[in-house]
């Protein structure tokens, strides 16, 4: 079946740093890729997304590009801020007749001032 | 706009107990879903609903879950008897449907349950 599989946390940044959380996925068919952020205390909200090969999503400084040669969704930001710190998920939704998201186990980033 | 709203919070019980869980999605969102968030996890869907009717239920554990939504908004989700292993938050969200196509899920706060 279609799944997600994503870096473990916890991830560890001085502020400043550069932030890659690796994503790949496997799916049957052409899915939709996104990334998801849950800070402490908070639901989860969508970062960024992505719908077809090649497609950059980007938000709030983050950015993944789908690649779908490597079945890849890395999330990179240049700068991280102590207010990044939360938990991002990795999804895809592979179409069909629901719109079922499918998680990765999330990446806890911690960034310290 | 007011967003998805669930209670209680938080919950403990002890197991074999009953428990139920309230969602109340964005107005006008037609599509409704109970996910499952174990700790250390990534959510997993429960239930999709279409207004009223289920679209998906195929990760339910339906001997000790069952979920409704009667008149196509609110939804309860209710797990009778709680096992141990259904230490959880659960998610709610919900989405519009254009015909063709759903949209993006919104998310509620979540409900955290202890099974003790």
């Known amino acids: 079946g279609d799944s997600v599989t994503q870096m473990e946390g916890p991830v560890t940044l001085s502020e400043e740093a550069f932030l890659t959380i690796n994503c790949t996925y496997t799916?049957?068919?052409?899915?939709?890729l996104f990334w998801y952020v849950q800070y402490p205390g908070e639901g989860l909200q969508l970062l960024l997304k992505?719908?077809?090969?090649?497609d950059k999503g980007s938000n709030k400084g983050f950015e993944a590009t789908y690649r779908k040669e490597t079945t890849s969704f890395h999330l990179e930001k240049g700068s991280v801020q102590v207010s990044d710190s939360a938990v991002y998920f990795c999804?895809?939704?592979?179409?069909?007749?629901?719109?079922?998201?499918?998680f990765g186990t999330g990446t806890l980033l911690a960034v310290q001032p | 706009e007011a967003g998805v709203a669930q209670s209680p919070r938080y919950k403990i019980i002890e197991k074999r107990q009953s428990v139920a869980f309230w969602c109340n999605p964005i107005?006008?969102?037609?599509?409704l879903y109970w996910y499952q968030q174990i700790l250390g996890q990534g959510p997993k869907l429960l239930i999709q609903?279409?207004?009223?009717?289920?679209?998906?239920d195929s990760q339910l554990p339906k001997d000790r879950f069952s979920a409704e939504r009667l008149k196509g908004v609110d939804s309860t989700l209710k797990i009778q008897p709680a096992k141990l292993e259904d230490s959880a938050v659960y998610l709610c969200?919900?989405?519009?449907?254009?015909?063709?196509?759903?949209?993006?899920?919104?998310f509620g706060p979540g409900t955290r349950l202890t099974v003790l």
């Open positions: 969200a919900s989405s519009t449907y254009s015909g063709r196509a759903y949209n993006e899920q919104f």
């Open positions: 799916a049957t068919g052409y899915p939709s």
């Open positions: 992505a719908t077809k090969a090649d």
């Open positions: 999804a895809l939704i592979d179409g069909g007749a629901t719109n079922k998201l499918i």
């Open positions: 107005s006008g969102h037609a599509t």
């Open positions: 609903f279409q207004n009223n009717g289920v679209v998906d």
